[in-house]
């Protein structure tokens, strides 16, 4: 009876983990997704994106109800309590960040077809391969229960940080020059910023992963790069 009940929990436990690799790949595309759209001017694709997000939200909510339930049934304890735990945070995590491609999506379909020229986009996308080279190794980092890999993208947070701030500073001198830029430019503002959340989120998610590997949050403080430039663009998103 006990290894019949060990073997369940196992099966819990790796149910959760394939629901929570499952949802990421789901983020990962959404994220390609959202800035493929925004550099080939697709309002199609941005509309399926913001249609897609329904099914991370809806497998967030399974993989709560699933913890829910393996904690009620099972009463975990240490290591096997953090996994769940775990599979908890990185679902919030990911579903945030599938919400920050839906809202870049968003102002893809708001750019109605006017679209600015290519230059202006290229920082947006080199931020968006960024990000999506830390969920890829992140999300690895978990299946693989990899703390150094884990930390490595969580010491890589802060090149991401300063890579927002350049585009920031080379969006404002396309206004300057043009003032014909200033609509594409302000939404391509937000468009990195979200990118940039999409950074903080992965952080997160490295930080989850150190703690159920090691049983204790990471005791330096975060890394970060200087944002102030986009204090303007955060409260407005609030």
Same mark, same amino acid.
């Given at each position: 009876?006990?290894?019949?009940?060990?073997?369940?929990?196992?099966?819990?436990?790796?149910?959760?983990?394939?629901?929570?690799?499952?949802?990421?790949?789901?983020?990962?595309?959404?994220?390609?997704?959202?800035?493929?759209?925004?550099?080939?001017?697709?309002?199609?694709?941005? +509309?399926?994106?913001?249609?897609?997000?329904?099914?991370?939200?809806?497998?967030?909510?399974?993989?709560?109800?699933?913890?829910?339930?393996?904690?009620?049934?099972?009463?975990?304890?240490?290591?096997?309590?953090? !996994?769940?735990?775990?599979?908890?945070?990185?679902?919030?995590?990911?579903?945030?960040?599938?919400?920050?491609?839906?809202?870049?999506?968003?102002?893809?379909?708001?750019?109605?077809?006017?679209?600015?020229?290519?230059?202006?986009?290229?920082?947006?996308?080199?931020?968006?391969?960024?990000?999506?080279? +830390?969920?890829?190794?992140?999300?690895?980092?978990?299946?693989?229960? !990899?703390?150094?890999?884990?930390?490595?993208?969580?010491?890589?947070?802060?090149?991401?940080?300063?890579?927002?701030?350049?585009?920031?500073?080379?969006?404002?001198?396309?206004?300057?020059? !043009?003032?014909?830029?200033?609509?594409?430019?302000?939404?391509?503002?937000?468009?990195?910023?979200?990118?940039?959340?999409?950074?903080?989120?992965?952080?997160?998610?490295?930080?989850?992963?150190?703690?159920?590997?090691?049983?204790?949050?990471?005791?330096?403080?975060?890394?970060?790069?200087?944002?102030?430039?986009?204090?303007?663009?955060?409260?407005?998103?609030?």
């Amino acid at each position: 009876m006990t290894e019949h009940t060990a073997k369940a929990f196992d099966s819990d436990l790796q149910e959760l983990a394939r629901m929570v690799a499952e949802m990421g790949g789901l983020a990962e595309k959404q994220i390609a997704d959202a800035v493929s759209a925004l550099a080939k001017r697709d309002s199609a694709l941005a +509309q399926r994106v913001t249609q897609a997000d329904v099914h991370i939200d809806t497998l967030q909510r399974e993989i709560e109800e699933k913890a829910v339930l393996t904690i009620a049934r099972r009463q975990p304890m240490a290591v096997d309590l953090r !996994d769940i735990v775990g599979a908890l945070r990185i679902s919030n995590d990911l579903e945030r960040i599938g919400d920050l491609a839906k809202n870049i999506a968003k102002r893809v379909i708001a750019l109605n077809s006017e679209f600015p020229p290519p230059k202006l986009i290229r920082g947006v996308e080199h931020m968006a391969d960024l990000v999506l080279g +830390q969920m890829k190794a992140v999300l690895d980092a978990y299946a693989r229960r !990899d703390d150094s890999k884990a930390m490595a993208v969580w010491r890589g947070d802060e090149e991401i940080d300063a890579m927002c701030t350049s585009v920031f500073r080379e969006l404002l001198t396309y206004m300057m020059e !043009d003032p014909r830029n200033i609509t594409f430019c302000i939404h391509l503002m937000f468009c990195a910023k979200n990118i940039e959340r999409m950074g903080d989120h992965a952080t997160n998610i490295a930080e989850t992963v150190h703690y159920v590997i090691e049983g204790r949050p990471i005791a330096d403080q975060r890394p970060k790069g200087d944002t102030t430039a986009f204090a303007a663009l955060r409260a407005g998103e609030r």
